[in-house]
């Protein structure tokens, strides 16, 4: 009898068994077994001093709305500003000058200047620094600058080295190149009347920036015209920063990291370099070893990783159709294995074809065919869609990047239709000219409602100056990167160890926390004074000064570089109303 029940109870577990199988083999499994993205925040909690300062230390822009080459200096200026949340009253050529108090900067963007010597005597007289962001040969003001009076003419030269560290890691770069030009004075070092700070020089030792001390104020002078590039916003930053005592703008705080075409389908059979040098085929090389040695350079330089999902790798167009098995399968492995790690899936096409029609793009350089219609990326766009549904869940969408960062305005309408959650399109923040580059600044898109532009700094894994030089730009300018490895990842990982890691997502998130964010201050001998509006806390700043901090109230500070000539503070504020004290 007992034999019997055993049999019986055998039977069961196999017949079970057996259906068990038989039902996750008609069942989409992966329907089980959603994955998580990081949320969308969609309330925040703003805060507002009721100490508003109506005296606050101003910034004034001169500037020449006739002047079109010029202006690019000036846009660049407020761009930079902008993003600081600092406050600034712009002046136009045929404008005459408000009263300037002593705390106060003035900038000037323009090689015409309608300022006389006499008004440049009393702004020096009672402290005024001035900064002058573009070459001008006015006569004027060369004392001011503390060069000889006389004629001097324009020469092109290239390139740029630091005599004075500005900033940590920028200061170290030199470049010997055309990714710097500069159209300059031919000033030489024995053109000098006075004794001045020479902060950087091109690659031929012309020097391009400097700091002259006149009366009581600090002079600026830009022999270039490298603003007009916005590749060098971070410089212009800490450049305003070194002569401005009680300047602090705001900054991200943030590091990102992209990988484009991933999750996607494996490419099959072997390749000859893995195969030679692992004795395997792709499939298995990106499956057991790419897979881990990315995510633990993630983790080991503190990143987290958003990637970009493809579906296929065709050129159809015009009937799009459905993902093999083979596909299906690459794609549902590697992105759970993504998701595991503390990270972001967004999406990178249905196919590589850059989302343009006929016309908004050079279609021969890259291989592409132009879609027919909008209505045909959406059809693309729902597969891809539906693939991911299937594969991991209903998950939000929140993060597009167009295949070769090309994008038309059709493309990005389609986008949005078929993924209503999207919040963000990271095309590229400097490229060249070229049709239908998807080039962009920080902030709404002109295009589609409530999706942000968040573009991309850096791309590739090339480690040289070139590329330093955009990442570090973009770090002194907004505390702020993006895609990078090895190398360059453990270089700002060693250098800006204060950078938080982001999803994409989640740094949208926080711009658009403080995307209203208004600040005030003011320096009253040694304590400077903040207060904030709209404020969605924390807020971060860089500051920074000769003066060593001694106290702060309603934050807290930590210190980032130091030498003889400044030191450089992240101030992270946590009240509506902030007072730094410094050291005598």
Same mark, same amino acid.
């Given at each position: 009898?007992?034999?019997?029940?055993?049999?019986?109870?055998?039977?069961?577990?196999?017949?079970?068994?057996?259906?068990?199988?038989?039902?996750?083999?008609?069942?989409?499994?992966?329907?089980?077994?959603?994955?998580?993205?990081?949320?969308?925040?969609?309330?925040?909690?703003?805060?507002?001093?009721?100490?508003?300062?109506?005296?606050? $230390?101003?910034?004034?822009?001169?500037?020449?709305?006739?002047?079109?080459?010029?202006?690019?200096?000036?846009?660049?200026?407020?761009?930079?500003?902008?993003?600081?949340?600092?406050?600034?009253?712009?002046?136009?050529? !045929?404008?005459?000058?408000?009263?300037?108090?002593?705390?106060?900067?003035?900038?000037?963007?323009?090689?015409?200047?309608?300022?006389?010597?006499?008004?440049?005597?009393?702004?020096?007289?009672?402290?005024?620094?001035?900064?002058?962001?573009?070459?001008?040969?006015?006569?004027?003001?060369?004392?001011?600058?503390?060069?000889?009076?006389?004629?001097?003419?324009?020469?092109?030269?290239?390139?740029?080295?630091?005599?004075?560290?500005?900033?940590?890691?920028?200061?170290?770069?030199?470049?010997?190149?055309?990714?710097?030009?500069?159209?300059? #004075?031919?000033?030489?070092? $024995?053109?000098?009347?006075?004794?001045?700070?020479?902060?950087?020089?091109?690659?031929?030792?012309?020097?391009?920036?400097?700091? !002259?001390?006149?009366?009581?104020?600090?002079?600026?002078?830009? !022999?270039?015209?490298?603003?007009?590039?916005?590749?060098?916003?971070?410089?212009?930053? %800490?450049?305003?920063?070194?002569?401005?005592?009680?300047?602090?703008?705001?900054?991200?705080?943030?590091?990102?990291?992209?990988?484009? $075409?991933?999750?996607?389908?494996?490419?099959?059979?072997?390749?000859?370099?893995?195969?030679? /040098?692992?004795?395997?085929?792709?499939?298995?090389?990106? *499956?057991?070893?790419?897979?881990?040695?990315?995510?633990? #350079?993630?983790?080991?330089?503190?990143?987290?990783?958003?990637?970009?999902?493809?579906?296929?790798?065709?050129?159809?167009?015009?009937?799009?159709?459905?993902?093999?098995?083979?596909?299906?399968?690459?794609?549902?492995?590697?992105?759970?294995?993504?998701?595991?790690?503390?990270?972001?899936?967004?999406?990178?096409?249905? !196919?590589?074809?850059?989302?343009?029609?006929?016309?908004?793009?050079?279609?021969?350089?890259?291989?592409?065919?132009?879609?027919?219609?909008?209505?045909?990326? /959406?059809?693309?766009?729902?597969?891809?869609?539906?693939?991911?549904?299937?594969?991991?869940?209903?998950?939000?969408?929140?993060?597009?990047?167009?295949?070769?960062?090309?994008?038309?305005?059709?493309? %990005?309408?389609?986008?949005?239709?078929?993924?209503?959650?999207?919040?963000?399109?990271?095309?590229?923040?400097?490229?060249? *000219?070229?049709?239908?580059?998807?080039?962009?600044?920080?902030?709404?898109?002109?295009?589609?409602?409530?999706?942000?532009?968040?573009?991309?700094?850096?791309?590739?894994?090339?480690?040289?100056?070139?590329?330093?030089?955009?990442?570090?730009?973009?770090?002194?300018?907004?505390?702020?990167?993006?895609?990078?490895?090895?190398?360059?990842?453990?270089?700002?990982?060693?250098?800006?160890?204060?950078?938080?890691?982001?999803?994409?997502?989640?740094?949208?998130?926080?711009?658009?926390?403080?995307?209203?964010?208004?600040?005030?201050?003011?320096?009253?001998?040694?304590?400077?004074?903040?207060?904030?509006?709209?404020?969605?806390?924390?807020?971060?700043?860089?500051? *920074?000064?000769?003066?060593?901090?001694?106290?702060?109230?309603?934050?807290?500070?930590?210190?980032?570089?130091?030498?003889?000539?400044?030191?450089?503070?992240?101030?992270?504020?946590?009240?509506?109303?902030?007072?730094? /004290?410094?050291?005598?």
């Amino acid at each position: 009898m007992k034999n019997k029940t055993k049999v019986l109870i055998l039977i069961l577990i196999i017949l079970v068994t057996a259906i068990t199988i038989q039902l996750f083999r008609i069942i989409n499994t992966n329907s089980l077994f959603k994955v998580k993205q990081p949320k969308v925040q969609t309330t925040f909690n703003y805060s507002s001093s009721k100490n508003k300062i109506i005296d606050y $230390d101003k910034i004034y822009i001169l500037y020449d709305k006739n002047n079109t080459n010029v202006n690019s200096v000036f846009y660049n200026l407020i761009k930079v500003l902008e993003q600081a949340k600092i406050e600034h009253i712009d002046i136009d050529l !045929n404008e005459s000058l408000p009263k300037i108090q002593k705390n106060d900067l003035l900038l000037i963007t323009t090689e015409q200047i309608n300022i006389s010597k006499k008004q440049f005597e009393e702004l020096t007289n009672i402290g005024v620094n001035i900064g002058f962001l573009i070459r001008t040969n006015r006569r004027n003001i060369q004392n001011f600058i503390g060069v000889k009076e006389k004629t001097y003419k324009y020469n092109v030269k290239n390139g740029i080295k630091f005599t004075k560290n500005i900033f940590p890691k920028l200061s170290d770069i030199s470049l010997d190149s055309d990714v710097i030009l500069h159209s300059l #004075l031919n000033i030489t070092k $024995d053109d000098f009347a006075s004794n001045v700070d020479i902060i950087a020089k091109t690659a031929q030792d012309n020097p391009i920036i400097w700091i !002259n001390k006149y009366n009581k104020s600090k002079i600026l002078f830009v !022999n270039s015209t490298l603003f007009q590039d916005k590749l060098n916003r971070g410089l212009m930053l %800490q450049l305003i920063t070194y002569i401005n005592n009680n300047f602090l703008p705001v900054i991200f705080n943030a590091k990102l990291i992209h990988i484009d $075409d991933f999750p996607a389908p494996i490419k099959q059979g072997k390749d000859e370099i893995i195969f030679k /040098e692992y004795g395997i085929d792709n499939s298995v090389f990106f *499956k057991n070893i790419w897979l881990s040695d990315v995510f633990n #350079l993630f983790k080991k330089y503190d990143f987290k990783p958003t990637a970009f999902i493809i579906g296929q790798y065709n050129l159809n167009v015009n009937n799009p159709s459905d993902f093999y098995e083979s596909d299906i399968n690459d794609i549902n492995y590697l992105g759970r294995k993504l998701l595991e790690f503390d990270s972001e899936l967004g999406i990178h096409g249905y !196919n590589h074809n850059s989302l343009v029609t006929d016309g908004e793009m050079n279609f021969e350089d890259y291989g592409y065919n132009p879609w027919p219609s909008r209505e045909k990326m /959406e059809e693309a766009l729902k597969k891809l869609k539906n693939l991911i549904y299937s594969i991991y869940g209903e998950i939000p969408i929140y993060s597009y990047v167009p295949p070769s960062n090309i994008m038309g305005i059709e493309g %990005q309408k389609a986008v949005k239709n078929v993924f209503p959650e999207i919040k963000v399109y990271a095309g590229l923040y400097i490229a060249s *000219k070229e049709k239908g580059v998807f080039l962009q600044e920080f902030g709404p898109n002109e295009v589609v409602n409530d999706v942000y532009n968040l573009p991309r700094i850096s791309s590739g894994y090339i480690y040289d100056n070139s590329q330093l030089w955009n990442i570090y730009n973009v770090i002194a300018q907004l505390g702020y990167l993006y895609k990078n490895f090895a190398l360059l990842l453990k270089d700002v990982h060693k250098s800006f160890p204060f950078l938080r890691p982001m999803t994409t997502v989640e740094f949208y998130n926080s711009y658009k926390a403080n995307e209203q964010l208004k600040v005030y201050s003011k320096q009253e001998n040694n304590k400077i004074y903040l207060t904030y509006q709209t404020a969605s806390f924390p807020i971060n700043h860089y500051f *920074k000064n000769l003066k060593k901090i001694k106290s702060i109230t309603g934050g807290n500070y930590k210190l980032l570089f130091s030498n003889n000539e400044y030191n450089l503070y992240l101030i992270t504020s946590n009240s509506t109303d902030v007072i730094i /004290e410094l050291e005598n």
